[in-house]
């Protein structure tokens, strides 16, 4: 048992640490005392401007502009704390109970200044630093400002300090101005609209006073984001939705660029940045913080059959000639499933124009769950659109796996019946909606939606659009089907044949287990080399007839004031 | 053989004190008192720390032989498990945090690897394979639990654990040219595992052999630390005196960096003084491990003696610069419940080797 190994590295480690500062307390002391008498370095932080967001005009959607504020530096009060706060408090006005709390709030160490009346009017702010002389400071901040309420906080989301992550870092003076971005495109793009904090270094006497200027580190403003939105389609967008619980969605059917997204009911985000109604917003029973686009899901009904349409062609299963008889439902099993109405012999485009359902529980029956779930899977349902804003779901594309799985029962027949008019357990965002109806207005394209263009003068590299690989001939056809919705009086959409747009597309109506359905619209226009994919999503709006009337105040608005 | 253990015990309540002065000085910012929970915290931690040594002092250490593999098995699941659960700091995930105390499982793992390898080097009789079975098998299981301390991310304590492993081995009587080479092979590999360092690591090192390419980054942390040291000069600038201290030029200054407020307010007196109550520690240390009934006791004690010896060197090293920054605690000293805790529970198998002899 040999401890001498141990024992000399012991000994030859102890001699190079007391060495070492032997070194530098006796033969170097001198010169790092007179180092540590003059050579005080301060770091004073001060926050970066965050880059502004601008929409595809170039009108500015959110920005940040100065707030002042009334700062003290702990160490430099000379009076007692309490008398100090009495009279802050009676040249102000403001309760001293108010000002010793914000105080509390913001103290990081006694030689950074802590602000302890926030956001006052300049004019003001010098007025009180003149009467207590030298005793405080004014200090100009970014605040996020958005130029409206409530028509972007769902795509924009908001800003936030970012004091949490620097909880355990604050005391020793580390920039605790850093503000990150929460949900919307505040959050996608944060790394870009960031910017970098500067910091100037200082130097200060042994009494915490400034007397020298060592340097500074440039602060460096976030980079500018420009949207695909138009502001005056978004505008139009949010008033169409007034008085309703639903999502508008306008797109560019080339490209994927959003043009309006609006989910209503939305909430002000300025006034829930300051605090305000901010509980009333977070209980208010319509979740107006939901972005009901992306974030919620919901049964398709029938905005499902033109992909079942098109699937029943590709499969071969139907030709264009292929009827089937609507006597107002089928009997299947014990269950009766019904439609609208008694349609009588039906073609497909007939059926898709008069959505019969008969014609589609037919075509369920003859392609089977399985393939159901594959063309569903094959048009991406199942997953998300990858759009440019964080917290998107994804669909939900039942099959046999899946309901054993989750629901410990098998298959059944009425499942299928229910799955072929977009009902039961299938659901999906209405983003994906819109994207699923506009592989007919592509002509057989899947695009990926976004929201940002531009950052700076750069174009943001976007997912190009997926081909379907499926015949054009039977696009065309399900298209005709599609326009006839519009163009036929027995139409479900024939009210929006009079704006002229030749609009063509699909309404839906599904039911939700409460006595109100929810009311779908998706289409497309103008027929030829269509350009505009629309989607109305009514939640709990009682029939897809009110969501025509929403699409058609949009459209003719539209029209009116020639916004496209 | 009492004697040692008195020693040790009187050296450890100088040690108390000291680090008691230090904290309550640290914790001030220009005459005021702020963050007196630390404070408190620490005295409390102090006094429970003594009942686990009085606790720890009675089991017979020869449980640490039977339970070696269960305490290393132990360790890792904690290792894994932070990674999950852990509470995270700064892009860093090693703390459980339960009921306001905090738990770094690290501390454990660096004891459960201190008995594995005592187990490990216990040489009861004439093997073959020497080297797979003694020396590779060990070096092994230790990489593991590196693997997942070094990924928390905390490269320091991890390098700690492989140098446990050298020291111990070097002190056995299995021949030392195996470890020579395992020394060489990876010095001569180290350069490749740069790029496995997060960026953080990367930049303390480079500011290690550079401070001033960032004065105002990491290299702030380091330059403020040798100010501090070296103003004290010979007598120090006295209790509550220390300007780089009081002023707030100093990060970390309770945990990581308490010798830099010792230096600077004691000057090199208190430095040496320290520096002698250590090696007065670990000399007794040594002395029970030469004393020690059975070669098992003699590697846990030795263990004990490396562990307390690597904490020392690597954190008074890295405030004054001669070592990275690495953020390990200095012993008995720095604030720090787990750290403070495992201490204490070595000391503790300390004292019951000494136990087991008389």
Not at chain 1, 182 to 206: C, H, M, P, R
Not at chain 2, 228 to 241: E, M, P, V, Y
Not at chain 2, 302 to 319: D, E, K, R
Request: proline letters at 4%; aromatic letters at 14%; charged letters at 20%.
């Amino acid at each position: 048992m040999d401890t001498r190994f141990l024992h000399r590295i012991i000994l030859v480690g102890f001699f190079i640490l007391v060495a070492t500062f032997f070194c530098y307390q006796i033969q170097q002391g001198d010169y790092y005392l007179e180092k540590a008498r003059n050579n005080y370095i301060k770091i004073v932080p001060f926050p970066s401007m965050r880059g502004r967001i601008l929409d595809r005009q170039g009108k500015v959607l959110a920005y940040d502009s100065p707030i002042f504020t009334i700062a003290v530096v702990p160490y430099q009060i000379r009076q007692d704390r309490d008398t100090f706060f009495e009279e802050v408090s009676q040249i102000t006005g403001q309760e001293r109970t108010q000002i010793e709390s914000t105080y509390q709030k913001n103290f990081l160490n006694v030689f950074s200044p802590v602000d302890i009346i926030e956001d006052i009017p300049k004019e003001k702010a010098l007025k009180i630093k003149e009467k207590l002389k030298g005793q405080v400071t004014i200090r100009a901040l970014p605040r996020r400002t958005y130029a409206f309420g409530y028509e972007y906080s769902h795509i924009l989301g908001y800003v936030k300090d970012a004091k949490i992550v620097y909880r355990d870092l604050k005391e020793y003076g580390y920039s605790p101005f850093e503000r990150t971005g929460v949900g919307g495109i505040e959050q996608y793009y944060d790394s870009y609209l960031k910017g970098t904090d500067g910091a100037d270094l200082i130097e200060v006497n042994s009494k915490g006073e400034m007397v020298g200027f060592l340097g500074k580190t440039q602060k460096a403003k976030g980079s500018d984001l420009s949207l695909t939105i138009d502001s005056r389609l978004q505008a139009l967008a949010y008033e169409c939705l007034e008085g309703h619980r639903g999502v508008l969605i306008l797109m560019n059917a080339k490209n994927g660029e959003m043009l309006a997204l609006v989910s209503h009911p939305s909430y002000n985000v300025n006034d829930f940045l300051e605090g305000k109604h901010v509980s009333a917003i977070l209980h208010d029973r319509n979740k107006p913080l939901i972005n009901r686009a992306i974030q919620a899901r919901y049964p398709p009904g029938s905005l499902f059959k033109p992909l079942l349409a098109l699937a029943a062609l590709q499969e071969k299963e139907i030709t264009p000639r292929t009827t089937f008889f609507c006597n107002g439902g089928i009997s299947y099993g014990n269950v009766f499933f019904g439609c609208t109405k008694h349609h009588g012999d039906e073609n497909i485009y007939q059926a898709l124009s008069h959505s019969c359902n008969v014609y589609f529980y037919n075509i369920g029956l003859l392609l089977k769950v399985e393939k159901l779930a594959h063309w569903a899977k094959l048009f991406r349902l199942d997953q998300e659109c990858f759009i440019d804003l964080p917290y998107e779901k994804k669909g939900l594309v039942p099959d046999r796996r899946w309901k054993r799985r989750k629901k410990g029962t098998s298959w059944f027949g009425g499942d299928t019946l229910n799955f072929s008019i977009g009902q039961g357990f299938f659901e999906i965002t209405p983003l994906r909606a819109a994207v699923m109806m506009n592989v007919f207005a592509s002509g057989g394209e899947i695009v990926f939606p976004h929201i940002g263009r531009l950052i700076e003068n750069t174009e943001i590299p976007h997912r190009s659009s997926i081909p379907l690989n499926v015949s054009p001939e039977n696009i065309a056809i399900v298209r005709q089907g599609l326009r006839r919705t519009v163009s036929d009086p027995e139409g479900t959409a024939h009210l929006l044949n009079e704006l002229g747009l030749k609009i063509s597309g699909k309404t839906g109506t599904a039911q939700t287990g409460r006595e109100e359905s929810h009311g779908w619209f998706a289409g497309f226009f103008p027929y030829k080399g269509s350009e505009y994919t629309i989607c109305v999503f009514l939640e709990y709006g009682k029939s897809s007839a009110v969501a025509v009337k929403v699409a058609y105040h949009f459209l003719e608005q539209l029209k009116e004031k020639d916004l496209l | 053989m009492k004697k040692n253990a008195l020693m040790i015990i009187g050296c450890v309540l100088i040690l108390n004190v000291l680090s008691i002065l230090c904290l309550y000085s640290s914790l001030h910012q220009a005459g005021e008192f702020v963050h007196k929970d630390i404070f408190y915290k620490q005295i409390v931690w102090i006094a429970v720390s003594w009942i686990v040594v009085g606790i720890v002092g009675f089991i017979n250490y020869r449980v640490y032989f039977d339970f070696s593999f269960i305490i290393y098995g132990i360790s890792l699941g904690l290792l894994i498990a932070v990674k999950f659960f852990g509470r995270e700091v700064m892009g860093a995930k090693r703390w459980f945090s339960f009921l306001g105390v905090n738990f770094q499982p690290s501390e454990f793992a660096k004891l459960a690897i201190l008995i594995l390898l005592a187990r490990f080097f216990w040489l009861k009789r004439e093997e073959r394979n020497l080297f797979l079975k003694k020396v590779m098998a060990p070096l092994g299981l230790v990489f593991v639990s590196f693997l997942l301390i070094f990924t928390q991310p905390d490269l320091g304590t991890g390098l700690v654990c492989v140098l446990l492993f050298f020291i111990m081995g070097f002190s056995s009587r299995i021949p030392k040219k195996y470890f020579f080479v395992l020394l060489i092979s990876g010095m001569i590999l180290a350069p490749f595992g740069w790029n496995v360092l997060k960026d953080y690591q990367k930049k303390r090192l480079l500011v290690f052999l550079n401070p001033n390419i960032e004065p105002w980054g990491a290299g702030y942390t380091i330059i403020q630390s040798k100010i501090a040291i070296g103003s004290g000069r010979i007598t120090g600038k006295g209790f509550l005196g220390g300007t780089q201290n009081q002023f707030n030029f100093l990060p970390e200054r309770h945990t990581d960096f308490i010798f830099t407020v010792l230096a600077e307010e004691w000057g090199f007196l208190g430095g040496l003084f320290l520096v002698i109550v250590y090696y007065l520690i670990l000399r007794n240390i040594l002395m029970i491990a030469r004393g020690a009934k059975d070669e098992f006791g003699y590697f846990l004690a030795i263990g004990v003696g490396s562990l307390y010896f690597l904490h020392i060197f690597v954190n008074m090293g890295m405030t004054m610069g001669i070592l990275p920054v690495v953020g390990i605690p200095l012993l008995f000293l720095s604030y720090g419940g787990t750290h403070m805790m495992m201490t204490f529970v070595l000391l503790g198998i300390v004292f019951n080797i000494t136990r087991q002899q008389s």
